[in-house]
């Protein structure tokens, strides 16, 4: 496994944050891993979800709560740019809340419930919501613990097809890390139309990247961890929007909400958010692999560069660390996210706090608790 550590791996242990360290770094291995899992799905099963995406008439709904719900959002665009289905991401918390606006029973549909365990409440209710509304909808559960509540159930169903991650891609620490990029990459690889061989090379080809990124980058990432930021902005494009989103949550969930972590787009940060730049903050941009979009990532960094208001500013760029042109940013995104992984995870350690379990009071928890589930009729 790779040591991203940069500190005594006993430390890591001593400091509470032995499975949130392990976890970021198991994340190349486990990645290696996902072949086999797609492998083992039943015959027919990709078969049956291409046939409905390749129909215009079907909706295609990605979901999940939290960082779930980034893991949909980073790759609906993707998918739905090549699919004649409409594909869109729609978090289980806005689903159960407002399902007439998104529910029909006069089209095709598959739901794709993204979960770390299964055993949130709002995923299954999702699911029940959807049979119950859409009759005839077919139902894809990616989740990394075999015995939750969602796989579970989804088992003894004619209309649910299961797939279960690498074991260890279900994160025993509070911030989701390998079960966040292992549901990423399995979504791309399932969903996309690249036959499978092709896509479990491009996995092998991602771990080997991000070994290296963490090999080479690792006292980068250590000594920016250890400074006092205390606004934490992430920016990216397309389908780094919702990477940007994931690991601005990263920061706040590993901090316990002391340090303020806001995400957005290099052209929409002009518009408003920019003012909460200040000698505490540091800017990250995610920057695109899409030749039009650097351009208009360039100008920004160029800007704040310029202005010199922000305490730091920093370009997580694919290019200039090695990625090959033809990977796509829904995909490189597994190994960018690393290093909002470990920033969060510094971050914590130098505030003092337990990685694992940032929240020791019970206010915010690994698993959601205090959601009722109101019937609708």
């Known amino acids: 496994m790779t040591q991203l550590h940069h500190l005594p791996t006993t430390l890591w242990a001593e400091r509470g944050g032995d499975h949130t360290a392990r976890e970021i770094a198991q994340q190349p291995a486990v990645w290696r891993q996902l072949p086999a899992c797609l492998d083992n799905l039943p015959s027919g099963a990709r078969a049956t979800l291409h046939a409905l995406l390749s129909d215009p008439r079907a909706l295609v709904l990605l979901t999940g709560a939290g960082t779930s719900a980034y893991a949909g959002e980073l790759v609906a665009d993707q998918l739905d740019a090549v699919w004649p289905a409409q594909v869109r991401a729609l978090a289980t918390t806005t689903l159960l809340s407002h399902p007439a606006l998104y529910l029909s029973a006069k089209r095709p549909l598959l739901l794709v419930s993204f979960a770390r365990s299964g055993n949130s409440p709002e995923s299954q209710a999702a699911v029940e919501l959807v049979r119950a509304q859409s009759p005839g909808a ?208 510094h971050q914590s350690m130098r505030l003092g706090l337990t990685p694992d379990n940032p929240f020791p009071d019970g206010t915010v928890n690994r698993v959601v608790q205090g959601v009722i589930i109101h019937d609708y009729a």
């Not at 290296?212 to 929007?241: C, K, N, S």
Request: net charge negative; with cysteine.
């Open 138 to 345: 077919l139902f894809l559960n990616i989740t990394c613990n075999a015995d939750g509540k969602l796989a579970r159930d989804g088992a003894g169903q004619q209309d649910t097809i299961n797939v279960v991650l690498p074991p260890a891609s279900c994160d025993q620490g509070f911030a989701m890390t390998s079960s966040f990029t292992a549901m990423v990459l399995a979504a791309l690889s399932l969903l996309g139309p690249d036959p499978l061989p092709l896509a479990a090379q491009r996995l092998q080809q991602l771990a080997a990247l991000a070994e290296h990124w963490m090999v080479t980058q690792a006292a980068d990432w250590h000594a920016l961890g250890q400074r006092d930021f205390q606004r934490i902005i992430y920016l990216g494009g397309g389908p780094l929007e919702a990477l940007a989103r994931e690991a601005a949550l990263k920061v706040l969930e590993l901090s316990g909400g002391r340090t303020l972590a806001l995400a957005n787009t290099p052209l929409g940060f002009r518009h408003g958010p920019k003012s909460v730049l200040n000698a505490d903050s540091l800017v990250v941009l995610f920057h695109s692999q899409d030749a039009h979009a650097r351009r208009y990532d360039e100008d920004l960094l160029n800007e704040l560069r310029r202005d010199q208001v922000a305490g730091a500013v920093l370009s997580i760029d694919g290019k200039a660390l090695g990625a090959p042109d033809d990977i796509t940013d829904a995909w490189l995104a597994v190994c960018h996210v690393v290093f909002a992984q470990v920033l969060a995870l």
